[in-house]
């Protein structure tokens, strides 16, 4: 590992005791303080803590005990933060020393002398119950929060798919096939594999609302400047620019839930999430299939997705509150120093310069390295790639079946997809539904999550997708067949894929806790690559294997990978033990 991977190791040995090599006690006490929680603010504290600084707050001195409840404090804060980066992007300031002379201080004066330690001044969190901390908000206001932020996710997932309705109408217009005009498709999922690269660290450096803002501002703008096209080529680069600033929604949305909800209610939060990032390139054909065949035609597609945006940067830009904790505590600091005159109070957030080198090791080398290195993130990335993919294949392949084959128009043959819609909600009723077993055993285990625990609704949901495809494919290619029959195929892989999606990335958070961030960037790079490149091949895949047998070779390599979850269900532990990324947490009795 490189040094920046190294430090960040350390920093989660120091924050939860090297519970891989070195299992926890767990006292009997509960800490009564917040520590600064295992995001930017807490992981960059291990320089200092390395040089041999031992204060807390203001100048409180540790205690060995003390030191243990902290610890266990701060194992917690790093599950209730999981979805965030765990290191700052540029909290490494080793990396900008300068071997210039030092400059003068000017003005003829000497320099000041030394000032104390600088942890006397950082600002904390006032206990585990400071209302400052978003976690600590009334569920009302956070109910509300995800509320509008599911909204802002589901327009842009929205924006995805809503033009594949328009293409034969583009394809016509600017006089291409229909396989060029299906590029202002992919191009727009292809933003969303490069959008994040962006977003992330902006997100862990300026909190979540800056990001959120801008990009829905962004994502508007092009939404327009496609309506407004003249030619195919303005069409298509303004549609890859809208995934990426749409992209941010997908990449930040479900860190601001971490923010807000602990282990016991993320779960929920973000399955609803999850169900706004699946079902809004569902709900979007059967709307442009209606108004490209209106009178409207197919420019207010991206007319109306236009409005939708600035809707929700509206929502956010007046609403949306900060949730990042580190960035709450500059906030604070800077009220702090205004009214108290003292200029030295800051936030360990003020502490980070950006450093290039360090950007591109978390965004693009250390993901890769995850990605094509560790064998469970390659295998669930690929699994996770696939049915992705397969989402935005089905919207090529429903048309072939419900307009072509079974004579539908454009708008009505966009309803079909209301059975994986119906799928997608009995997945989100059936996580719901297990969500109390899985808090009591979290709770039997001291709030740690065992990540297997994630994968049996896996095995479950992978079976009902590959029985879906197969349903699909030997229903759906003849007329004489009810239309209904491909119909309630999608009860089936609706809900396969929301139970694979979703259990499988909370698999990838809990495996590799504060390298999670990373993980999820490498998987979430791969599977958007999939989403783009498999509408491109679909129409000559379906041509040449018609849709029957196109559904069993699709339905076949699903039941391929449904091994991979029951592998890592016997064996997860002992290939995470051989990890150099993912920690082992310890075993506690009843956890099981």
Known sequence: MDIVDRDIEKAEEDAAENPTRHPVTLPTKTSTEIPRPATASSTSTASSTSTGIQQDGMS?????????????????????????????????????????????????????????PSEEYVVEFDGEHDPYH??????????????????????????????????????????????????????????????????????????????????????????IAVAVGKDLQTVLICRFWGGVFGSCPLAVV?????????????????????????????MAPFIGGFITQSDLGWRWTEYITAIMGFIAFGLDLVFLQETYPPVILVSKAAELRRRTKNWGIHAKQEEIEVDFGELVSKNFSRPLRLLFTEPIVLFISIYMAFIYGLLYLFLTAYPIVFQQIHGFSNGVGGLPYFGMVFGMLLAGLYIALIQPAYNRKLAANHDIPVP??????????????????????????????????????????????????????????DAYLMFAASAIAGNTFLRSLAGAVFPLFSQYMFKALHV?????????????????????????????????????????????
């Open 60 to 116: 409180r001195a540790q205690t060995q005990g003390d030191t243990l409840e902290r610890n266990v404090t701060a194992l917690s804060r790093i599950h209730t933060q999981r979805s965030q980066h765990s290191a700052t992007v540029g909290r490494n300031l080793k990396s900008r020393e300068s071997r210039r002379p030092l400059p003068e201080f000017g003005g003829g004066k000497p320099f000041p002398p030394l000032l104390p």
């Open 452 to 509: 297997e625990w994630r994968l049996p609704p896996v095995i479950i949901g992978g079976v009902c997708f590959a029985v879906g495809l197969l349903w699909f494919g030997w229903t759906g290619y003849r007329e004489d067949i009810h239309w209904i029959a491909p119909t309630l195929s999608g009860l089936f892989t609706g809900f396969g894929l929301l139970s694979i999606f979703l259990n499988l990335l909370n698999y990838i958070v």
């Open 548 to 592: 029957n047998w196109t559904g069993t070779l699709l339905g076949c390599f699903a039941f391929i990978l449904v091994p991979i979850p029951i592998i890592l269900l016997f064996k997860g532990a002992k290939i995470r033990e051989k990890s150099k990324f993912a920690p082992t947490m310890p075993k506690f009795g009843g956890g099981e």
């Open 254 to 282: 479900a860190a601001v839930f971490s923010d807000m909800f602990d282990n016991r209610h993320r779960g929920l939060a973000i399955t609803v999430f999850s169900m706004t990032v699946f079902t809004g390139p569902l």
């Open 134 to 223: 978003a976690m600590n908000w009334p569920m009302k206001k956070k109910v509300l929060t995800a509320v509008m932020l599911g909204y802002t996710t589901f327009v842009s997932a929205f924006a995805s798919s809503i033009f594949s309705a328009a293409t034969v109408a583009v394809s016509a217009e600017f006089d291409v096939s229909t396989e060029v005009g299906l590029l202002g498709l992919s191009l727009y999922v292809l933003g969303f594999a490069t959008g994040p690269i962006l977003w992330a660290p902006l997100s862990e450096l300026k909190g979540r609302r800056l990001p959120l803002v801008l990009s829905m501002f962004g994502f508007s703008i092009f939404q």
